[in-house]
């Protein structure tokens, strides 16, 4: 019966570096369901974290990237042999375990993430989190700009009025209402990352009789990333 497990044997290309990102699954139902702070919620980004964190250390990832409820890993070690199946599947699963783990919540229902599987080249990772951290910033123009105006006006009528306005227009009405959203917190902005730093240690060698500087890494949450530019990825080591 094995001949009918189709699809067991997709792979990803050979040697080639891949991105999964996992999306939360109707998670607007699961905003209300937990009664989410709008349009940030700041437990819902600290378990996001630990999410991103949880993938990164058990897949050996290159980096992690985040926002509302997405998550893109860079992995250079692909696992599971490249077979698609496994991988979207263990990641998605995973995911959900670790968000519910560090959930400290009654959920309604079990949630979930889906996953898919982007193969990428040296070249292409700046394009990618690029884009992915572009979505955020527009994610953040729009959920502020909806909430403001559904403190104002009933639900459909704010609906209606966003759906008008481009980003700028979103932007500059919020200046105008006293809310500037260059002011608000950076992860709210440009999202959070999860990826190796180096930190110096001193220690002392007996042998030697004098102190000597070694290079320990050590898996870092950052909550103010800069605008991405191939020098940030650069400096930590993602792209040569
Ligand atoms: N209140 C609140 N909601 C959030 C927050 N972050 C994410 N969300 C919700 O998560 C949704 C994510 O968007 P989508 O992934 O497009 O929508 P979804 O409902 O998950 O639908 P599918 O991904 O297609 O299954 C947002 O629309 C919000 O409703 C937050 O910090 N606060
Ligand atoms: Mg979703």
Not at 102 to 119: G, L, M, Q, T, V
Not at 160 to 172: F, Q, R, T, V
Request: include cysteine.
């Amino acid at each position: 019966m094995k001949e009918f497990e189709v699809y067991s044997s997709l792979k990803v290309p050979k040697n080639s570096k891949i991105i999964v990102r996992l999306d939360g699954r109707s998670f607007h139902k699961l905003a209300r369901d937990l009664k989410l702070v709008k349009p940030y919620d700041d437990d819902f980004y600290e378990v996001m974290s630990k999410v991103c964190r949880d993938l990164f250390e058990e897949f050996s990832a290159e980096f992690a990237y985040s926002f509302s409820d997405e998550i893109s890993l860079l992995l250079n070690n692909v696992p599971f042999e490249g077979r698609i199946e496994k991988i979207n599947s263990v990641m998605a699963s995973f995911a959900a375990s670790s968000f519910v783990m560090h959930y400290d919540s009654e959920f309604k229902k079990p949630p979930a993430f889906d996953s898919r599987i982007i193969p990428i080249t040296d070249e292409d990772i700046l394009g990618y989190f690029k884009w992915r951290q572009d979505e955020s910033w527009r994610n953040c123009v729009n959920s502020h700009g909806i909430s403001y105006l559904k403190s104002k006006y009933s639900n459909a009528e704010a609906n209606d009025k966003i759906k008008g306005m481009n980003l700028s227009d979103i932007h500059e009405f919020l200046f105008e209402n006293g809310i500037n959203l260059n002011d608000v917190e950076n992860y709210k902005k440009r999202g959070i990352a999860v990826y190796r730093k180096n930190k110096k240690v001193i220690g002392f060698n007996k042998k030697a009789n004098k102190n000597q500087t070694s290079y320990r890494s050590y898996v870092y949450t950052d909550w103010q990333l800069p605008i991405f530019t191939e020098e940030f990825f650069k400096d930590i080591k993602v792209i040569q």
